[in-house]
Nanobody, 126 residues
Framework: QVQLVESGGGLVQAGGSLRLSCAAS????????MNWFRQAPGKEREFVAV????????DFADSVKGRFTISRDNAKNTVYLQMNSLKPEDTAVYYC???????????????????WGQGTQVTVSS
């Protein structure tokens, strides 16, 4: 049984930073892509970032490029989302997610993910 547990959310002023963590258990972490998604009230869940098995390749939504970075520590079974220059429009529940397959092809849609964390709230005040 795969478990993903996010942490690190909170309230921050615009321009500030937060680092989210997602701890994984239940399978060989290093064999799988890892994603971050977010969902704001009244909006659909949207892709934020993805990282390859080794961490050497990443991709981001246009809305966060240049402000967010994604990284992973396979020894700790943990993926991180560093969020800088936060904006009020970044306010959302942030989820880490992963597919069940060992595909190396980046996936960007919620329906491509099989495992989800419980989410962590990020609120950015203006």
């Amino acid at each position: 049984q795969v478990q993903l547990v996010e942490s690190g959310g909170g309230l921050v002023q615009a321009g500030g930073s937060l680092r989210l963590s997602c701890a994984a258990s239940g399978r060989t972490f290093s064999n799988y892509l890892m994603n971050w998604f977010r969902q704001a009230p009244g909006k659909e869940r949207e892709f934020v970032a993805v990282i390859s098995w080794t961490g050497s390749n990443t991709d981001f939504a246009d809305s966060v490029k240049g402000r967010f970075t994604i990284s992973r520590d396979n020894a700790k079974n943990t993926v991180y989302l560093q969020m800088n220059s936060l904006k009020p429009e970044d306010t959302a529940v942030y989820y880490c997610a992963a597919p069940s397959s060992t595909t190396r092809t980046f996936k960007y849609k919620p329906y491509d993910m099989d495992y989800w964390g419980q989410g962590t709230q990020v609120t950015v005040s203006s």
